[in-house]
């Protein structure tokens, strides 16, 4: 590999064998070179591709000026993030994290603390991605001697969320209030809702039904006539109930539920009410 672009002494730029653009980065694997040499291959220590081309600017943007360090902890807590969910992370992650922890650190040391206002949903509704913050926060201290506040594992944990979910930061946020909302409106009305079992139930299914409204068009499936008309008819309060969330989302999010979805979410409610007698 030859070095095309020296960033700092520990980054350069590369190309692999189809010219497409890598950042290779190394203590002191640019210190004394110049473009056109070879890479010492025994200082590599990490590649990073971004296909993204507007996200690969910015990144070496970010390289330019950050200490190795925070760029080493954040790939760490990456590789350990993928391994621990055994989830595809989207590649902008390294930018969008890497950018995150430099923030928080320079925050912390000027001693601007900000709390994370989603710090108890996030911990709630991605309890394994906020586990992985947690273990963030002590690489970082390890590795930087700066113990950030707890409410950093949960900002670390949504932008994993994120890179899982290959969506824009604002709108994983926006998914976390929604379903904040709507388990309100639900553990209002039903307490057995809070049962964490039960809460955990629901969680999971507002997290794929959320998804579905804020990014993909509703499914033109054939409704079952019948089997709805029976269902609104039997469960009629936990029906009422369900379209009460809706018309709420829909009212403040400007999206909504599919008939089926009202109808599957329904009979998730019923089976609870039943089961506590609520």
Known sequence: ????????????LSMDEYGNELIVMGRGLGFGRKAGQELDEDRIEKIFRLDNKDSMERFKELLKKLPIEYIRVSDEIISYAKETLGKELNENVYLTLTDHISFAIDRHKEGLLCSNTLFEEIRMFYPNEYTVGCYALYLIEKKTG????????????????????????????TLTQMIRDMMQIMEDEIPACRRASHRDRL???????????????PANGKEDRVFFDFIREYCSQEYAL?????????????CSMTEEERIYLTLNVKRIKDLYGA
């Not at 700066?146 to 979910?165: C, K, P, Q, T």
């Not at 794929?208 to 068009?217: D, P």
């Not at 369900?242 to 400007?254: L, N, Q």
């Open 1 to 12: 590999m030859e070095i095309e672009k020296i960033i700092n002494n520990n980054i350069v």
């Open 146 to 173: 700066i113990r950030l506040m707890e409410d950093e594992a949960a900002s670390i944990a949504l932008h994993l969320v994120n890179a899982e979910l290959d969506s824009a930061i604002s709108t994983t946020c």
């Open 203 to 217: 969680v999971i299914n507002f997290k794929h039904l959320v998804y579905r409204m804020m990014t993909e068009a």
């Open 242 to 254: 369900v379209c009460r969330v809706d018309a709420f989302i829909r009212e403040k999010y400007d």
